[in-house]
């Protein structure tokens, strides 16, 4: 099973971009995903997931500028970034697990880089 992200890259201070996750090998409906981030220094943190109803939950600083979304018939999670900051910079990863969290997740992409400049 591999979960790889693709569409990180190099933007301006809010420009967008859009990741996607194709979970290869996998295919469990029970299984939640999600997107996460870690910038150097700072620890791994969830930013938005999405449950086995499709249930969507955002952490408050990416709230109403980044939308996950899911193509179960592809297997593939994505994650539209808007209005993008510099703190948005950071390796993004995507992960699947039975509960939508950071602990909850069993299978880990690589990662994929993200950096906004100001």
């Known amino acids: 099973v591999h979960m790889v992200e693709s569409g990180g890259g190099s933007v301006q201070d809010g420009g967008s971009l859009r990741l996607s996750c194709a979970a290869d090998?996998?295919?469990?409906?029970?299984?939640?995903m999600g997107w996460f981030r870690q910038a150097p220094g700072k620890e791994r943190e969830a930013i938005a997931t999405?449950?086995?109803?499709?249930?969507?939950k955002y952490t408050d600083s990416v709230k109403g500028r980044f939308t996950v979304s899911q193509d179960n018939a592809k297997n593939l999670i994505y994650l539209q970034m808007n209005s993008l900051r510099p703190e948005d910079s950071a390796t993004y990863y995507c992960?699947?697990?039975?509960?939508?969290?950071?602990?909850?997740?069993?299978?880990w992409g690589k990662g994929t880089l993200v950096t906004i400049s100001s």
């Open positions: 090998g996998f295919n469990d409906r029970r299984y939640c």
């Open positions: 999405i449950d086995s109803d499709g249930l969507t």
């Open positions: 992960a699947a697990g039975i509960v939508a969290s950071l602990e909850g997740m069993d299978l």
